[in-house]
């Protein structure tokens, strides 16, 4: 069993200061920081790049840097973000066969391994590399805007992936990533996830530090009941 990891998405931060956001989610006892990559591309928008991930870098020194790359061509970003201060780097499944030299490069990197399959594609398209990962990224929205709803939908392929790892005795972690907030968390701790982004529940909160310590009750519960409670 993997120990709960809660990820605010910087995506949902004030970005004219990034800096002082990474630290504010250091602060309120988050985990990781997911940080999200849009080249314009592979999705209709475009977040930042290695440089702005490098300047954030120093002020959250003891979070954990997930860096999710929603990119058309992945292959010329590994380096520059391994370098940025990456601890992990997630590619999609939808790249079909740039796949394997993609996770290939990521670990030659030194990094962990991660990857993200999109609420369209079926959960049988990441079958062949479930134990070449560390983590797996079921997507609960079309990636590109943070503030959407939750897909329920996707719950299914949160627990056959869930299912897979415990029949083949493997270690990934199993993150979902859009619309997570205190209602959606339950469900999705339920299915058998055990790292969570989020970013509007998060980072909209004056007080993220009792927004991630009720969500991280509410996932380890499984208790929507919870989330009526005032934070
Ligand atoms: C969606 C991104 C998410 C996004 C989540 O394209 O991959 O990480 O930031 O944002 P919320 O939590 O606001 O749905
Ligand atoms: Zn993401």
């Known amino acids: 069993m993997h120990s709960l990891i809660i990820a605010p998405s910087l995506l949902a931060a004030d970005f004219t200061r ?61 380096e520059p ?12 499944v939808e790249l079909g066969d740039k796949v394997p030299q993609l996770l290939w490069k990521i670990r030659s990197l030194g990094k962990k391994v991660g990857l993200a399959v999109n609420p369209p594609t079926a959960i049988a398209a990441v079958q062949p590399y479930l134990s070449q990962i560390d983590l797996l990224l079921v997507m609960t929205v079309n990636p590109g805007f943070g503030g959407q709803s939750f897909i329920h939908e996707c719950l299914p392929k949160v627990q056959q992936a869930a299912a897979w790892r415990t029949e ?34 998060l980072f909209s ?11 991280r009750q509410i996932a ?8 009526d409670l005032k934070i």
Not at 82 to 89: H, R
Not at 205 to 215: D, P, T
Request: contains cysteine.
């Open 81 to 92: 973000f391994a370098q940025a201060g990456a601890d992990e780097i997630i590619v999609h």
């Open 205 to 215: 909160k004056r007080n993220m530090g009792a927004a991630v310590k009720k969500m």
């Open 168 to 201: 083949k005795k493997l270690g990934y972690r199993l993150e979902v990533d859009g619309g997570i907030n205190h209602q959606t968390v339950a469900d999705c701790a339920r299915a058998g996830a055990d790292t969570f982004v989020a970013g509007t529940a």
């Open 18 to 78: 990034l800096g002082l956001e990474a630290a504010r989610a250091e602060r309120a006892g988050a985990d990781w920081l997911h940080l999200d990559i849009m080249d314009g591309q592979f999705v209709p928008n475009i977040s930042f790049g290695p440089a702005v991930v490098a300047a954030v870098r120093p002020h959250a020194k003891k979070l954990f840097f997930d860096v999710h790359l929603m990119c058309g061509k992945p292959e010329i970003l590994l």
């Open 220 to 227: 380890q519960n499984n208790d929507p009941g919870l989330a």
